[in-house]
């Protein structure tokens, strides 16, 4: 059978056109990135997995009324998702600091943060993804004043949800980001939680060790991306405990 007409390409992700009126196809690769793209690698598999933690989340959310894109999956590497329109910010939330939060600040990572900390980054990877401010968003119209207080809402509910699902199986949230987009029913318009919730958008530590479970560990040569997301899979229950493990990085030119 033919492949559907595809509608847009990311680096870990191709949108297809779906079967149904206002659906898409959204596809994993098994591309992984760090640093806008400079590093890359094709890792078998990955596509699989978060695929499958990514439905695991949206699925949850949606049974406690925080609304997403995710409608089903399809196969084990593809699910059919809502057609929104995306609002061109990264929410990010952070529970500790890490990353370019510790690096900008001064703060040692894995400071508990006092309470969660939301930052909106423009996506445009030419320009880095910047950092900007609320201030930003409402005043270059990339969203409304009303749009960016449901956003934080949103992200805040996410946060409780993914925080304590993962503190469940021994495992840190330290912090993650989500895309957000508008769907229009009748006259009205609300947001949407959508793109993906994995370890590819997430920091996971493991709450005794610090073991990194997340898209640092590539980032950083720190191990195998392909076991730190098994193991992410396997506490949640999305991967059996034997399950067959899949093999490890094809680095690409």
């Known amino acids: 059978m033919a492949r559907r007409r595809m509608i847009y390409e990311g680096k ?7 079967p149904e009126p206002d659906t898409l196809i959204q596809y994993f690769k098994d591309d992984a990135t760090a640093f806008n793209a400079q590093k890359h690698a094709v890792i078998e ?26 409608i089903r999956r399809l196969n084990m590497r593809e699910q059919l998702v809502r057609m929104v329109e995306i609002i061109p910010l990264e929410v990010v939330v952070r529970n ?7 690096k900008r600040l001064g703060i040692d ?19 880095g993804d910047p950092l900007v401010t609320e201030e930003h968003v409402i005043a270059f119209g990339w969203a409304s004043q009303q749009d960016v207080d449901d956003m934080v ?8 949800f993914v925080s ?7 495992i840190r949230l330290v912090d993650f980001k989500i895309e957000i987009g508008r ?7 609300r947001l949407i939680v959508a793109d993906e919730i994995s370890p590819d958008s997430c920091r996971l530590w493991d709450i005794e060790t610090n073991q ?30 034997n399950g067959n493990k899949v093999s490890g990085p094809k680095l690409v030119q």
């Open 12 to 18: 870990a992700k191709i949108l297809y056109e779906g």
């Open 45 to 70: 598999g990955k596509g699989v997995l978060n695929n499958r933690l990514s439905e695991h989340f949206m699925s949850g959310l949606n049974a406690i009324g925080v609304p997403t894109h995710f």
């Open 96 to 102: 500790f600091a890490a990353g370019s939060m510790a």
């Open 109 to 127: 990572e894995g400071t508990a943060l006092p309470r969660p900390i939301i930052e909106f980054y423009l996506k445009d990877d030419a320009l």
């Open 153 to 160: 809402a949103l992200a805040l509910r996410v946060n409780d």
């Open 164 to 170: 304590g699902v993962m503190y469940g199986v021994g």
């Open 183 to 189: 769907v229009f029913e009748g006259d009205f318009q």
């Open 212 to 241: 990194k479970l997340d898209k640092d560990v590539f980032r950083h040569d720190i191990g195998s991306l392909t076991d730190a997301y098994t193991e992410v899979a396997t506490r949640l229950g999305v991967m059996p405990r």
